[in-house]
């Protein structure tokens, strides 16, 4: 059991690179001017294989999660670990919304200005606190 928590922290540590810094490239992305296009194909680039990995270490992340609680269902009856599955599922749909950014992007199609990247990129770091948190301190 000890081995697959490990590799299920690993899997989470690879998936929050990833969900910590897509949005940054996204920030970047709607700073760069119109005209310069060299620099909008390079982004794209960029976020389609970071959301591949991303996307790799989220799978990994809940495969390993759920094997956990397969091993010990009467974790799945605990009020902290229902709490934070509430912040994995919401992570999970902010997820495959920043697969949407990148799709937008990549079809130059984005209208939202870089400050409402800056913002939308602090929602995983309120999920990450959370989450550990309740993993750590299980407070219910």
Known sequence: MLWIK????????????????LPRLFVHHAMVPE???????????????????????G????VFGLWLIGINPVLASMGWLQVKLLFVAALVGYHL?????????????NTRSH?????????????????ILLAVVKPF
């Open 115 to 131: 400050v409402w990247y800056r913002y939308f990129n602090e929602a995983p770091t309120i999920a990450l606190v959370a989450i």
């Open 6 to 21: 490990a590799l299920h922290v690993i899997s989470m540590v690879t998936w929050f690179a990833g969900i910590l810094y």
């Open 35 to 57: 005209s310069d296009t060299p620099t909008h194909e390079r982004l794209k680039i960029m976020e389609r294989k970071l959301y591949v990995m991303t996307c790799i270490g």
């Open 59 to 62: 799978v990994a992340t809940v």
């Open 97 to 109: 919304y920043c697969g949407h950014l990148v799709r937008v992007f990549a079809a130059d199609r």
